[in-house]
């Protein structure tokens, strides 16, 4: 059934200005040994999203059935189309090819098939942080095994609302509740949640804590004795000895290790045969090589974590230590949409996954967070990312996206710090990727004959253009859909009187919108309209759509037009 169609008049008549916010040029240094943090420094601007206000909670496609068992499938029963899929082939080896990264795996679902699970060149290629090459390198394979760094923190998450399930702790209890020595230093009033969305208080890291103490006990201690750098609740810091803590008490709380746990209760039930921290030496040749690392005296770490904190937390640690392959992490995401539960498991209840998917942070815009999970985060979910869009990054080069609204996961797994981590950073292919897989599913339809699409692209302006005469001005109309970066990429309709100047009739279109018909007054001396299409630097939305441009004279006659575009399509 067709949604009935809303007529906007937009009369007023605006001189034209495009106006956004200042964005850096992203560096490309990466950040000390002791610290996890991917947005700060990985992306460089740290750009934030900007909240929709009433943003939508549905796929921009048709309804189409779904499963909630992976299995692999060809596009179309998953309602994507090939073309952006196919493309993020030549994307990929582009950038192996720039040394970006020696290798990569990328997986695409949606409702519950698996449209592509490629593996990209080496999981293993250098023997030092010279780039020299080993005799015989080993080709990345789609069951390559990663460390996933800090995605790790979602399973120490999904630890902490499982005890939440079982009435073993509340998410606003003290953390020093069930750690009494963490309340030293004043933080005797963080709590549970403040840990899980990074409100505590606490600095990203500590320096050299690898350096300290003499045991795993030792170096716990070091953490729960530090002090914060803020009062909790006022700032929000990602920080991984949020997830030291949590994955300590984890442990105190359950009475096992953090690994015997995550093992027993997540990826054991899951089937998630290839997820482990500390992997055994019999699989190295299955694992993603990473880095050189002389100063803890490791001359390439492959088949051990990456992570200083985590590698002297005995490789078991909340914030750093699983390690994973596409399939395997797949699952988990496709456990997250399904509510909790797969193939029978219930893993978590639907309250849990409801509060991971929830924004706890409405105080603090642009750092949107559930319980584990960051939100609607454009710099590395690119078009995929909306208000509800779930995901994490991990240092090594790893990234996942979930978006609930169109039941799609998107997995990028690289290991860009082999051979080293002084590497350009990933976030604009982690960008890439997503944003072919929003590609690839197709806006919904409502005609049968063809719609004007603006094109995708970073720095874009593009142009829809007709040239036509109205001495006492007009009116004009069109379908419209759009879902634009908002307020950093803009929508403009905009008329010239002179055939050089522009002037924007109506404000510029943002955000969401769904299909509905818009219509806009002309004035009068217009020689020519042209709808633009401008993007900035970096990130994108799903795009602009328009169908059926019309342009009426004065007393309401419809005028033919000729519409000449730059950068836009038919579809």
């Given at each position: ?150 995605i790790s923190k979602l399973f120490t998450a999904t630890a902490i609302m499982q005890l939440y399930d079982q009435g073993k ?248 710090v082999h051979p080293t981590r002084e590497t350009v950073s990933t976030n604009p292919v982690r960008r890439t990727v997503a ?137």
């Amino acid at each position: 059934m067709k949604k009935k169609k809303t007529l906007l008049v937009l009369s007023a008549v605006l001189s034209f200005s495009l106006l956004r916010p200042p964005v850096s040029a992203e560096p490309t240094g990466q950040e000390p040994v002791q610290t996890g943090q991917e947005q700060t420094v990985q992306a460089g601007t740290n750009k934030k999203a900007k909240p929709v206000k009433n943003p939508l909670r549905h796929s921009w496609d048709q309804p189409g059935h779904s499963s909630s068992v992976l299995h692999p499938g060809a596009h179309a029963a998953a309602g994507m189309t090939a073309e952006p899929l196919a493309q993020i082939d030549r994307l990929i080896e582009a950038e192996i090819a720039k040394k970006t990264m020696p290798g990569a795996v990328v997986l695409i679902a949606r409702r519950g098939v698996i449209v592509k699970e490629q593996a990209y060149g080496y999981a293993a290629r250098y023997t030092d942080d010279q780039f020299g090459l080993m005799d015989e390198p080993i080709p990345m394979k789609p069951d390559t095994i990663f460390d996933l760094a800090s995605i790790s923190k979602l399973f120490t998450a999904t630890a902490i609302m499982q005890l939440y399930d079982q009435g073993k702790l509340k998410l606003d209890d003290p953390v020093a509740k069930y750690i009494p020595e963490f309340a030293a230093n004043g933080k005797e009033r963080v709590t549970i949640r403040q840990l899980l969305v990074h409100t505590s208080g606490f600095e990203p890291s500590i320096k050299d804590l690898y350096l300290q103490g003499t045991s795993r006990e030792d170096r716990l201690q070091i953490v729960f004795a530090h002090p914060l750098q803020s009062e909790p609740g006022t700032q929000y810091v990602y920080s991984d000895l949020n997830l030291i803590v949590l994955g300590a008490l984890v442990e105190r709380i359950s009475g096992q290790r953090l690994d015997q746990y995550v093992e027993q209760q997540i990826v054991e039930p899951l089937g998630m045969s290839d997820t482990m921290y500390n992997p055994p030496e019999r699989l190295k040749k299955r694992i993603a090589a990473t880095e050189s690392q002389p100063w803890t005296n490791r001359p390439m770490v492959w088949g051990q974590v990456h992570d200083e904190k985590a590698w002297s937390l005995d490789g078991v640690a909340g914030h750093a230590g699983v390690f994973s392959t596409a399939r395997d992490l797949a699952v988990f995401a496709q456990m997250m949409l399904n509510k909790g539960t797969y193939k029978g498991q219930q893993i978590l209840s639907k309250q849990s996954v409801k509060l991971m998917m929830e924004n706890q942070l409405p105080q603090f815009p642009g750092d949107d967070h559930g319980l584990g999970w960051e939100l609607n985060q454009g710099w590395y979910m690119d078009a995929l990312g909306d208000a509800f869009s779930m995901g994490h990054t991990g240092y090594t080069g790893t990234s996942i996206v979930v978006s609930p609204n169109n039941e799609t996961i998107c997995i990028l797994l690289t290991n860009r710090v082999h051979p080293t981590r002084e590497t350009v950073s990933t976030n604009p292919v982690r960008r890439t990727v997503a944003r072919q897989a929003a590609l690839a599913i197709p806006v919904a339809n409502p005609w049968k004959d063809k719609r004007w699409f603006a094109g995708s692209g970073d720095q874009l302006q593009t142009t829809l253009t007709a040239e036509i005469k109205l001495p006492e001005g007009g009116t004009l109309s069109a379908d419209v859909w759009y879902r634009i970066e908002n307020e950093r990429d803009y929508g403009y309709v905009e008329a010239t009187t002179d055939g050089q100047n522009w002037q924007s009739i109506g404000a510029g279109m943002t955000g969401e919108s769904d299909w509905q018909q818009l219509s806009w007054k002309i004035p009068a001396g217009t020689k020519k309209l042209r709808f633009r299409y401008a993007t900035d630097e970096s990130v994108n939305g799903r795009g602009w759509y328009l169908h059926n441009p019309q342009i009426f004279g004065q007393n309401g006659q419809p005028l033919k037009a000729n519409w000449i575009a730059d950068g836009w399509t038919q579809e």
